[in-house]
């Protein structure tokens, strides 16, 4: 098994995270994409199936504590949730969610216990679930280009309505007390805002590429 070795994708919703770390985690030998997002989803889109929007905290813990993950699929308590993951009503409420401490603390476990080469995106990747990661990068774009990047991927909503449904959610990632979104001290912050996908994409291979070539891990071990 190779050895682990971690590049971290944070930033808010919609700078290109998903992209760009499943098209680095394609391009580079042995490396495996981790959508930590999607975790938070799955255990979201588990409480609206079994009709708890409004449960207590203890039952959302329990909700992500039943998590797994199987290959491509997302499972809670055995049950597949993967094809619910990005309807409109769990992106609202992902962020209440997620922001309950016995949520992250079953999710961040779950995600540290995947090994070898990671490419994993989220919010507090960098920051918390691997502080000790070889390569950090903070992707950033400005709200009106997350937004016009949205409406044109998936047109259900106007570039005006994402731009809301971002602003509110960003405010409630980067505002909750346990693990929010920020950038590592360490972190590169790469504004995507007049970048092409190729030319981030590009400029993160390269960075793990130098980073592999010299060997080891991160300065911060
Ligand atoms: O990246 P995404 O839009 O799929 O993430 C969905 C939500 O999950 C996001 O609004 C906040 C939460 N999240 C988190 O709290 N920590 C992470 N590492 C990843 C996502």
Redesign the pocket.
């Given at each position: 098994m190779s050895e682990d070795f971690v590049v971290a994708i944070?930033g808010p919703?919609g700078a290109g995270?998903?992209t760009v770390a499943r098209r680095v985690a394609e391009r580079l030998e042995g490396f495996r994409y981790l959508?930590?997002?999607?975790?938070?989803?799955a255990v979201t889109a588990y409480l609206l199936r079994i009709d708890k929007g409004n449960a207590s905290e203890e039952e959302m813990g329990r909700a992500a504590e039943g998590l797994s993950l199987e290959g491509e699929r997302l499972l809670v308590h055995g049950m597949d949730v993967t094809g619910d993951?990005r309807s409109a009503a769990v992106?609202a409420d992902?962020?209440r969610v997620?922001?309950v401490p016995r949520v992250?603390r079953a999710?961040q476990g779950k995600?540290r216990a995947v090994r070898g080469r990671l490419v994993a995106?989220?919010?507090?990747?960098g920051s918390v679930?691997f502080p000790q990661a070889a390569v950090k990068v903070y992707l950033d774009a400005a709200l009106d280009e997350r937004a016009r990047r949205r409406h044109k991927q998936v047109p259900e909503f106007s570039a005006d309505e994402y731009k809301g449904q971002l602003e509110r959610?960003d405010r409630?990632?980067s505002t909750?007390e346990d693990?929010p979104?920020v950038k590592a001290e360490d972190a590169l912050l790469i504004d995507t805002t007049n970048l092409t996908i190729e030319q981030v994409v590009g400029r993160v291979e390269a960075l793990v590429r130098e980073r592999l070539r010299r060997g080891g891990r991160s300065a911060a071990e």
């Open positions: 944070d919703a995270k998903s959508d930590t997002g999607a975790m938070y989803r993951i992106t992902v962020s997620s922001a992250r999710v995600q995106e989220g919010r507090d990747i679930v959610r409630l990632d909750r693990s979104l």
